[in-house]
């Protein structure tokens, strides 16, 4: 299948229109035509290369929504018209443990994240969503909801999973007491979801210049890290820390505000993190901990949770040619809503 899409040709070049094709069917296979595609911070990463070196061309984007257009033989669950999402993985190994109990994410063997990465099948690169088309094996297909808006729900496939994930394994319900730290793409996800949850969520920031943002998604207001005295006072009030700042820091000053037993889930930097001191953790049994995305099935049951909750992402919509500029307001800030691709668009590309 001959498609279009916008790839990076090196760490240091623009995105720029890529012509290329998609794989034949395979009997499990669905094609899809993509309708939208959300861009995600880990996308500038990945081809900026700050997580090593990449497969270039490299078509990123891991949050798609589309409609399916073709089905292999074998198919079972989707027919031609669907409206369908893939999120940040498309294979894994099917067989281990991890597989079993439906978190691929974590298959022993490695999962095959949606770009930049060998097809177990052929070897030839994963390119991902930003492109009219992509052929997924169904297995990683996901439903969209009838009542989901589809121009908004493309980000729940990477920011929504990765904070939905954390909030359902440590058990947040109603008056749990959640902190977020930062409120860019991660944290307004995460302030919206736990709040569905009926949890008390408080937003931790540098300052409280967002805290008009933060009330109107659900948060009761901002704690504002700067302010010695604040964070004193808030020491020991949350069973459980969000934490998405994207960048190497200090976890250090956020431990003490877990109450025992708390937990503070990192989400948001993938790398190194600033020396940590234990005596928060020793004297109060708390402790830090991490997670990526969730499994398929987790991810299906975030979908219908924002369906059900009416909880969508903030968004902006942006042109395929637009993205050059998305990345650099990016790089540049925490912002606290997310960019979405109109691949209507890509047509005059």
């Known amino acids: 299948m001959k498609t279009i899409g916008y790839a990076a040709h090196s760490a240091d070049s623009a995105m720029v229109p890529y012509h290329f094709e998609r794989r034949a069917l395979r009997p499990n296979d669905v094609a899809i035509e993509i309708l939208y595609c959300g861009v995600c911070h880990s996308d500038l990463h990945t081809v900026n290369g700050d997580w090593g070196p990449q497969p270039y061309p490299l078509v990123p984007g891991h949050e798609i929504v589309g409609v399916v257009q073709s089905v292999g033989p074998d198919v079972k669950r989707y027919k031609v018209g669907d409206r369908v999402a893939v999120g940040c993985m498309v294979d894994s190994c099917q067989h281990c443990d991890q597989c079993h109990h439906g978190e691929e994410q974590y298959c022993r063997n490695g999962m095959t994240p949606t770009y930049g990465a060998p097809d177990r099948i052929d070897s030839t690169t994963t390119q991902g969503g930003y492109s009219k088309h992509i052929v997924v094996r169904e297995e990683f297909v996901l439903q969209i909801p009838d009542n989901m808006d589809m121009a908004k729900a493309a980000p729940i496939l990477c920011a929504g999973i990765t904070t939905y994930s ?14 977020v730290i930062g409120l860019g ?8 979801l736990a709040h569905a949850m009926g949890a008390e969520v408080t937003v931790i920031s540098r300052s409280d210049s967002k805290k008009a943002d933060a009330m109107a998604m659900g948060a009761k207001g901002i704690l504002a890290s700067t302010d010695a005295a604040a964070m004193k006072a808030a020491g020991s009030s949350f069973d459980l820390i969000i934490d998405t700042a994207p960048v190497k820091h200090d976890v250090s000053l956020y431990t003490p505000l877990l109450d025992i037993d708390g937990t503070l889930v990192v989400v948001g930097q993938v790398g190194p993190l600033a020396e940590l001191m234990s005596v928060p953790l020793v004297f109060g049994r708390r402790r830090v901990a991490g997670s990526l995305i969730g499994g398929i099935a987790e991810t299906q049951e975030v979908l219908n949770f924002c369906a059900e909750h009416n909880v969508y992402p903030d968004c902006e919509m942006i042109r395929m040619d637009q993205i050059n500029d998305a990345f650099d307001r990016l790089a540049k800030g925490d912002l606290a809503h997310r960019f979405v691709i109109d691949m209507s668009s890509l047509n005059a590309g």
Not at 166 to 179: A, D, F, H, I, Q
Not at 185 to 192: E, F, Q, T, Y
């Open 185 to 192: 793409g991660l944290g307004h996800m995460a302030v919206k």
């Open 166 to 179: 954390p909030l359902r394994t440590w058990n947040v319900t109603k008056g749990s007491r959640v902190g």
